[in-house]
C-alpha cells in the first residue's frame, strides 16, 4: 500500500515517514519512511501553469506500507520529524489491506471518470462546470464501507492549469482516498499541450502537460510520465491505458497492453478488465457520430482484436461525460443477444462509458446505434462486485441518490474462458 500526502516540510527541514499498525495490534507500530518529491513553475509547459496559475505546491511525499496482511484492517497516521527532535502528526487513518491476488472472496471496485471539483458554499455558482462532482463525492463517501478500491479514469481536478485547484480537488476527495485505494488513470485535462509530447496536440492541461498528476498520484508504472500500468486486486486484473499517448499497433504502448492482457491468469484471475480515459471502443455521444466513427478516432481498429485474443470481460473509458453501456461485441457486431445475464463463453467485450463523474453532461446522437443497451444523460458511476472466481455484478448508480438503474452479471466456467472464439483461439496441432 502506498500513502502519499503533502506538505511545507522539504528534507532539509524535516523527515517524513509513516508510522502504521494492525488494528487492535498497537504495540507492534512500523514505521516507513517517504520519498519527498515537488515540482516547480519551470517544469510547467505554459499557459496558465506557468502564469497566472501557478502556485507552489509544497512538498509530496510517499511512503511505501509492505508486508501487509491481506484483508486485514491497519491504522496509520503521517509524521515528520523536525530537525530539533519534535514530531508533526496528522490526524489516524484506516484502510483494509488488498486481497491477494486471485483470493476467492467478495470484491468490490467503485469505476467513474471526468469528476471535477465544487464548492458546497455555491461559490463557484457562476461558472459551474462540474454540478455533479460533490453528489458523486457524496455518495461515495456514505457508501465507503460497501466497496474496496475506487479507479477514476482520467480527468480528475480539471484545474487545467490553476495549480491550487489540484488542492480542493484532493480535500473533496480525502475522506475516500485516505481510506481506499484511489487509482487514476490520465485524461487530456491532465496531460495534453502542445509540443510537449502528447498525442493529441491541443491545449486542453492548461500547460500542466501532466506533471502535477504525475508527482501527486503514485501508480506503478514503469515511467509515470507515460501514465499506463498493470494492476492486480484480488480476482480482477487491470489493464490501465494511457490515451493521451499513442496506442496504435507499433507503439511502444501497444506492445505493454498486449503484455499486460496476456499477463492474466485467468485460473486465478478470472476477470479481466481494460481502462482508459477517451473511448476506444463504442460511444453514442454527438460528437463521435459527427466524426461518422462513434469512438475516438483509430481506437478500437487498433486494439479490438486485442481485447478479442485475450478475452477481455468489459473496457471502461470516460471522456464522454455520461454512462452507456454497449453489447458484447467485435468488430461492430453484438456476438450476444442477452442483455442482463451472461454465461458462458466470452465471445466479445462489452464496453462500458463511465464519465459521468461530474463534469458537464455530453449529449447523445439522435442516430440510433444498434449495439447500444442503456444510455442515461446523468451524473453516476460503476460499481463491479466479484462474488467469487465465476460470478460478476456490474451496477450503475446515480450520483443523485446511489439507487441501481441497470445492471447485468456474468456467470461461467473457467473452461468458457478458454474455449475457442472467433480471432480468439490458441494454435493447435495435429500431432498426438
Not at 498497537?26 to 516547480?40: I, K, N, V
Not at 503521517?78 to 490526524?91: A, D, I, R, T
Not at 494511457?242 to 497492453?257: K, S, V
Request: charged content about 20%; some cysteine; aromatic content about 14%.
Amino acid at each position: 500500500m502506498t500513502v502519499t500526502w503533502s506538505s511545507g516540510y522539504n528534507i532539509d527541514e524535516a523527515v517524513p515517514f509513516v508510522e502504521w499498525a494492525m488494528k487492535g495490534h498497537h504495540q507492534a507500530q512500523s514505521r516507513s519512511p517517504a520519498g519527498t518529491l515537488t515540482f516547480t513553475q519551470n517544469d510547467m509547459c505554459g499557459g496558465a501553469a506557468r502564469g497566472v496559475g501557478w502556485r507552489d505546491p509544497g512538498f509530496i511525499h510517499t511512503a511505501f506500507l509492505k508486508n501487509l496482511w491481506p484483508n486485514m484492517v491497519y491504522m496509520y497516521r503521517m509524521g515528520h520529524m523536525l530537525q530539533n527532535g519534535e514530531y508533526v502528526w496528522s490526524k489516524t487513518y484506516s484502510f483494509k489491506a488488498s486481497p491477494y491476488p486471485g483470493q476467492d472472496s467478495l470484491q468490490r471496485v467503485i469505476i467513474f471518470g471526468d469528476m471535477g471539483k465544487g464548492e458546497r458554499d455555491g461559490s463557484n455558482a457562476y461558472s459551474n462546470k462540474h454540478p455533479g462532482a460533490i453528489n458523486t463525492t457524496d455518495t461515495l463517501i456514505k457508501d465507503l464501507d460497501n466497496y474496496d478500491i475506487v479507479l477514476h479514469i482520467g480527468d480528475m481536478s480539471y484545474a487545467n492549469g490553476y495549480i491550487s485547484q489540484w488542492d480542493q480537488f484532493l480535500a473533496q476527495m480525502e475522506p475516500i482516498s485516505s481510506k481506499v485505494p484511489y487509482m487514476v488513470a490520465s485524461g487530456n485535462h491532465e496531460r495534453d499541450w502542445p509540443n510537449s509530447g502528447s498525442f493529441y496536440d491541443v491545449d486542453d492541461s492548461g500547460g500542466e502537460c501532466g506533471v502535477p498528476a504525475e508527482t501527486l498520484f503514485y501508480v506503478p508504472a514503469e515511467n509515470r510520465a507515460k501514465f499506463w500500468y498493470s494492476m492486480d486486486y484480488g480476482m480482477f486484473h487491470f489493464c490501465v491505458a494511457d490515451t493521451e499517448h499513442d496506442w496504435r499497433i507499433g507503439t511502444e504502448q501497444y506492445a505493454f497492453i498486449e503484455k499486460c492482457l496476456a499477463s492474466a491468469n485467468r485460473h486465478k484471475q478470472p476477470w479481466l478488465i481494460f481502462v482508459a480515459h477517451r473511448v476506444l471502443g463504442y460511444s453514442s455521444n454527438e460528437w463521435y457520430g459527427l466524426e461518422g466513427s462513434f469512438e475516438e478516432p483509430m481506437g478500437r481498429e487498433h486494439l479490438q482484436h486485442l481485447w478479442q485474443k485475450y478475452k477481455v470481460d468489459i473496457a471502461f473509458f470516460g471522456h464522454v461525460h455520461n454512462y452507456e453501456r454497449v453489447c458484447p461485441i467485435y468488430q461492430n457486431q453484438c456476438v450476444n443477444n442477452e442483455k442482463s445475464h451472461y454465461s458462458g463463453t466470452v465471445n466479445g467485450t462489452i464496453h462500458i462509458v463511465a464519465g459521468g463523474g461530474g463534469s458537464h453532461l455530453s449529449d447523445f446522437s439522435e442516430l440510433d446505434t444498434v449495439w447500444s443497451i442503456h444510455k442515461d444523460h446523468d451524473f453516476g458511476f460503476v460499481k463491479l462486485t466479484a462474488f467469487n472466481q465465476s460470478s460478476l455484478l456490474m451496477e450503475y448508480k446515480k450520483s443523485s441518490d446511489g439507487e441501481v438503474y441497470d445492471s447485468f452479471t456474468i456467470t461461467r466456467e473457467y473452461k468458457d474462458v478458454l474455449a475457442c472464439v472467433h480471432d480468439g483461439c490458441e494454435p493447435v496441432t495435429l500431432a498426438a
